[in-house]
């Protein structure tokens, strides 16, 4: 198994530093956000801080003074979904550099949050940002060959899953990360969802990988209604753990009746969800053929 793997989004992500004032970097929890973003750092001048990180926080607490004594650096803000609020500082500080001639790489923003989300958190840096969004771990990425392709799809793109000594140890780290999803990230971003009953959900829309959902069916199995089942899928799908894939047909008016499907966008997720551990028991599995669809959208 790989060491350090080189992220074919890094040569992109410098480019549009380069281009725009500031670029927001979105991926899920885990995903090699923070990495990717230190080992850029490590080559210009920047400063790191995280938005969860009390004395980091506490650097904040005037973050437009603060943040004006660092107009010369890259400022990395991570997790900052935690701090909308940063917004229209941001816009103000880049406004004043661009006055002064300096035009591009100011600030780079990690977030987990879809591009939909944060685009209607950041209106105010309209014409000064520029998206990018950073998957899992791919072929390209682990080489491809046989044994790191059947290793990816089972553990998924995650680099702590894919990177585990063995299966086992990786099934326990996404484990560990479903439930610090639901017990932890999605309260803190205000949703007030009962972590059993989104898991269920959760768990329905693997068994369901890349069908039409029915909400009514999902709703009476969770006994709420059909708005409320919607509601769960959004804020599975804003935070980059589950894909909507709109139907596509050459009539406009036959693809607005269709359905969307729905596919767990991390393979190691899936096969976590439905407790599939071991390679074996994934070719065994009815989910198989619609695992390797999602596994290569």
Known sequence: MQGMIT????????????QVPAVALLGARQVGK????????STIDSVYLDLEAPEDLLKLSD????????????VILDKIQRAPELFP????????????????????????????????????????I???????????????????????????GFPYSYLAADDGLAMDWLENLIRTYLERDIP????????ARLRRLWT???????????????????????????HYIDILTDLL??????????????????????????SGILHRLLGINTYDALLSNPVLGKSWEGFVI
């Open 7 to 18: 992220r074919q989004i890094a040569e992109k992500l410098q480019a549009t530093i380069a």
């Open 34 to 41: 923070t990495t990717l973003a230190k080992t850029i750092a």
């Open 63 to 74: 973050p437009s003074s603060f943040l004006s004594t660092q107009t010369d650096k890259l």
């Open 89 to 128: 500082v941001l816009r103000g500080l880049i406004d004043k550099n661009r006055e002064r001639g300096r035009r591009s790489g100011q600030f780079l923003l990690l977030g987990s949050a879809s591009m939909d989300l944060m685009r209607q958190s950041s209106e105010s840096l309209a014409g000064r």
């Open 130 to 156: 520029g998206y990018l969004e950073m998957s899992g771990l791919n072929l390209v990425e682990v080489d491809g060959h046989q044994q790191e392709r059947q290793t990816l799809w089972l553990r998924g």
């Open 188 to 195: 803190q971003m205000g949703f007030r969802v009962p972590a």
């Open 204 to 230: 329905m829309l693997a068994h369901l990988q890349g069908e039409t959902v029915n909400y009514s069916r999902l709703a009476s199995n969770l006994e709420v209604d059909a708005k409320t089942v919607t």
């Open 241 to 266: 753990l589950v894909r909507r894939l709109e139907p596509w047909h050459a009539n406009v008016k036959k693809r607005l009746v269709k359905s969307p499907r729905y596919y767990v966008r991390d």
